[in-house]
């Protein structure tokens, strides 16, 4: 029998570089790929951003496959990307929701089209370069369990991958800390080998997310309205909700002599909630859109770790059904800006049991 064949999505930066060496290292043949997804900005503002899906990002995965010596292809996604992630953006946005768009990218760009299109051309696997590591369970339920170093864990990012996409996934660098996948690029002379990590959303780069929105929908965005209390009491004028999202504090414009926060968007009276510090925090929510991994569904109550954010260390929850494809979720302890649209990820210790999105 032949040698596995495994498609690399291949982003540009140091750590698809690193999968796609250490899989030739490990006997699969390897082909590189890089998704071409939004990229028609001027080249001017590629050079500065780099960023995980520029044109310069191209050039780079190419230079990388040509000196590990393995076929490289660049791959049209646009209309995918466009439906699946700029859509659903700036939809959820419009919805007073704060969307996580890498996750929706994750799930319907990077693995559902780019697996179909890998399994179309004789690709036994697909792989990545993400922090994450891959298990199957005694049952033989596939799941996702923390990567080496919990610092650059990006586990919460893909926590709504499906079981036949995780058998069909290899993540390499999830042994490794970033340090050490650094450490092997620069002892192999790959050019990636310092490349500083794409920051922020990929499409935005100039992270004036309400523009962008504003653009995308020629304009037809939630107009200015009035910062309120919780009751209702009117402490001025907003530039519209989806210059807005739960717990901030910063630019908004307003001065009350104390600091302020978004504790609420109100879509539906186009009204922002502010309040102190103390109201960002929260004990219960609910979330839809389900996703199990290490288990086919919830039944009954269970104890938990959440994470309601990328960056939030977690905190411990009881969860249980509440009703088809919704999840309540009750904290042991307040935690802050809980906010809808974004994930919720339920672990068990290291190991991913699933998430939802934050209604």
Known sequence: MGKKKVVV???GGVDSSAAAWLLKEQGYEVIGVTMQIWQDESQQALEEQGGCCGLSAVEDARR???MLDIPYYVMNFKSEFKKNVIDYFV??????????????????VKWESLLKRSMDIGADYIATGHYARICQLPGGRFTLQKSATEAKDQTYALYNLTQYQLSR???????????????MAENLGLRTAQKPDSQEICFIPDHDYAGFIEEETAGNVPPPGNFVTKEGTILGRHKGITH????QRKGLGIALGVPMFVTELRPETNEVVLGSNEETFGTVLYGDKLNFMSVPELEGKMEVTAKIRYNHKGAPCTIEKAGDDKVFCRF?????????????????????????TIL
């Open 9 to 11: 999505g291949m982003s």
């Open 64 to 66: 990388v496959a040509a």
């Open 91 to 108: 939809a959820e946005y419009l919805r007073g929701h704060t969307p996580n768009p890498c996750i929706a990218c994750n799930r319907y």
């Open 169 to 183: 996934t290899l993540m390499p660098v999830g042994d490794y800390t970033k340090e050490e996948i650094r450490r």
């Open 244 to 247: 807005y999202t739960i717990g």
């Open 332 to 356: 042991h302890e307040p935690v802050r800006a809980i906010t809808p649209g974004q994930a919720v990820v339920f672990y068990d210790g290291n190991i991913v049991v699933g998430g939802g």
